[in-house]
């Protein structure tokens, strides 16, 4: 299994408040991703990141912001969190991009409960 | 943007076969992935077809048709834990892989 960790696995909120989610890899994997997982939505792309200090704006990016300053950590940050936000938040990588068979592996989720 | 169409529900008998049909429309296909998810837990890769044709790996084949816009993923010799979903997803360009909603399959003794 690609070394991914998400931290925390889970978290309850309150709506106005930041929060921060982490992506940890252990691959050297140059690019990740953020996507939300919603019934009936199934994967959304939030944001994704191509190197360090390179990312862009996904699908679903309205209310989010990331950062990336070590090829290791990719962190999604909810400016102000609301309930809308309430989803399970997967963290992927992949090896390289373009026309390989080069799939995203996915960390385990953090399911993020906004109230 | 992307537009990914599979359905969203499927059952079948253990032991038997089943198709799960994906359909896209995509300006810059760079390849097409089938993911499995157990519930609860992160998906999984399965398969990946760029060229048109048949994709075989042991009871799991997936199909692309790149003109027609349409893969399928075969399950054969259906197992009880084969019961997950089933995502098919698109690379559009470089960097980004849109999902579509998944399959969810209920495999039945």
């Known amino acids: 299994d690609a070394g991914i960790t998400q931290s925390p696995r889970h978290k309850v909120t309150e709506t106005g408040t930041p929060v921060t989610l982490r992506c940890h890899q252990t691959e050297n994997h140059r690019y990740m991703y953020w996507y939300r997982q919603d019934p009936g939505h199934g994967l959304r792309l939030i944001h994704y990141?191509?190197?360090?200090?390179?990312?862009d704006k996904g699908e679903v990016s309205d209310g989010y912001s990331v950062s990336r300053s070590k090829t290791e950590d990719f962190l999604l940050t909810l400016e102000s969190a609301t309930s809308s936000q309430t989803s399970v938040y997967f963290c992927?990588?992949?090896?390289?991009?373009?026309?390989?068979?080069?799939?995203?592996?996915f960390g385990n989720g953090t399911r993020l409960t906004v109230t | 943007g992307q537009n990914i169409d599979q359905p969203t529900e499927m059952t079948a008998t253990e032991g038997a076969i089943v198709q799960i049909n994906c359909t896209y429309q995509t300006s810059g296909f760079n390849g097409l992935f089938w993911y499995q998810q157990h519930a609860g837990e992160a998906p999984t890769f399965l398969s990946y077809?760029?060229?048109?044709g048949l994709e075989e790996k042991g009871r799991f084949s997936s199909f692309l048709s790149r003109s027609k816009g349409y893969s399928y993923l075969l399950l054969k010799e259906l197992q009880m834990k084969d019961s997950a979903s089933y995502l098919c997803a698109v690379r559009d360009g470089d960097y980004k892989l849109s999902f579509g909603a998944g399959t969810t399959v209920t495999v039945r003794a």
């Open positions: 992927a990588i992949s090896e390289s991009a373009g026309q390989t068979n080069s799939p995203l592996h």
């Open positions: 990141s191509y190197g360090v200090k390179d990312t």
């Open positions: 077809n760029v060229l048109d």
